[in-house]
Structures are given as C-alpha cells and as structure tokens.
C-alpha cells in the first residue's frame, strides 16, 4: 500500500522558520520524482515545488523560491522542505505528492494527508 505521510507543520511566526517531512513507503521511492504542495482556506491545491529522482534537480514556485528548499534522503525515503523567512501568506495545509517529472505540470498520482502550517504572530 501506498503511504505519504507528511509531519513537521506547526505555527511559525513571520520571519520563522519550519521543516516539513514526508515519509514514503509501499514504492520504490527512488524512482519517482516528488513535489509538495499546498492548500490554503477557500483556495485551490497550489504547486510549490518539486525535486528529481536522484534530488539533483529542483523547482519552485516563485511564491516561494529563494526562501524554500526542497530536498530528498532516498535511504530513509523521506522528502524534506526546509521553510525560511515564512510569510502569513504561507499559511496552509501541506501535502507531499508522487509524480513523473518536476515540472509544475507533471502527472501526480498520489498524495498523502497534509501537515498544517500557520504563520502568525
């Protein structure tokens, strides 16, 4: 079976900083590509970022890029994303997901229950 299970989420005041995981099994995890996401109140599942296979290559959203980094340990199959300088904005419910490439637009097909985020101060 299949399992993302996404932690690390918290209140974070603006400025702050937090570190998401997501833990995989039941795949092959090295094979896949992997992004997070995330849901705001009242809005749609936006793309944050996505890292590669071997973790080499990475993309953002530009919401987020020069303050977020993505990174994978496939040992421990368990992806990470590193949060700094946290904005309100920010403020979301977090999710991992599986896909077949690290454009925005590549196919996911699967997800896990989310982490919540809260930047306030």
């Known amino acids: 079976e299949v399992q993302l299970q996404a932690s690390g989420g918290g209140l974070a005041q603006p400025g702050g900083s937090l570190r998401l995981s997501c833990a995989a099994s039941g795949f092959t995890f090295s094979n896949y590509a992997m992004s997070w996401a995330r849901q705001a109140p009242g809005k749609g599942r936006e793309w944050v970022s996505s890292?590669?296979?071997?973790?080499?290559?990475?993309t953002y959203a530009d919401s987020v890029r020069g303050r977020f980094s993505i990174s994978r340990d496939n040992a421990k199959n368990t992806l990470y994303l590193q949060m700094n300088s946290l904005k309100s904005d920010d403020t979301a419910v977090y999710f991992c997901?599986?896909?077949?490439?690290?454009?925005?637009?590549?196919?996911?097909?699967?997800w896990g229950q989310g982490t919540q985020v809260t930047v306030s101060s």
């Open positions: 997901e599986r896909r077949d490439g690290i454009s925005p637009y590549a196919f996911k097909d699967f």
């Open positions: 890292v590669s296979t071997g973790g080499d290559e990475t």
